[in-house]
């Protein structure tokens, strides 16, 4: 796992937004995984830039997104289809055609979630997945307590993930964010060919502590990527203060990214 400490978020999300952009370039026709969330926002502006600039286009890339509440139509403001729409999808060149988001009103969600799995396959796997991370750990909706090797599915959150997401969004109204997601698996996750994840702010330290230095477990669904080959972290100073080799991690992959 490589970890690019950054002075801040702008910082970390023109690089992580710096390497979507050259896959992008390499690959005009390359598939990426997404994630919604307050940690994405500023890279997917940095991302719009770079089609208005016309530097990159995604007309031929496809993307699918990690999750969807389960419950909520995609036109529901707080919906993460409405999310994607809004914050990237409306301001690059993208197709929607080509944009995938579990849909949340699916009457039976276990086979929307199959079918999900398949057509990723189908398009040839993921090449590049964007992560957050949440306070507890979690990848997409994965909880603490979820198989390291579980696939797309139904499933619960946490009352802290709860918590978290009613700060943030639902104009922090506890009772209306779902309790119920669907979700891509640790697993699935873990097939991307490369996985960028963003982490931003104090509140992240324990969980990224977790994921990169703590022992490999369903405790912090992040963990998982320590087996993952090319995974990196594009992290503020805030997120990185409690990891014991910081120093060690922001040189090495200083060294890396010149190449
Ligand atoms: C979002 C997602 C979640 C978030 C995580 C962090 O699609 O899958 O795992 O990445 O909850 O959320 P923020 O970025 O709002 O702190």
Known sequence: MEIVVCKDKAEASRKAADM???????NPKCVLGLATGSTPVLMYGELAKDVKAKKISFRQVKTWNLDEYYGLAPTHDQSYRYFMNENLFKKIDIQIKNTHVLNGLAKDPVKECKAYEAAIKR???IDLQVLGIGSDGHIAFNEPGTSLKS?????YLTPSTIKDNARLFFHGKLDEVPTRALSMGVGTICEAKRVVLLAFGKGKADAVKGMVEGGMSQFCTASALQAHNDAWVFCDEDAASKLKLKDYYAWRSATVLKG
Not at 20 to 26: D, E, H, P, S, W
Not at 151 to 155: E, H, N, Y
């Open 151 to 155: 696939r797309t599915s139904v499933v």
């Open 20 to 26: 979507i952009a050259a896959l992008v370039k390499r």
């Open 123 to 125: 398009a040839g796997g």
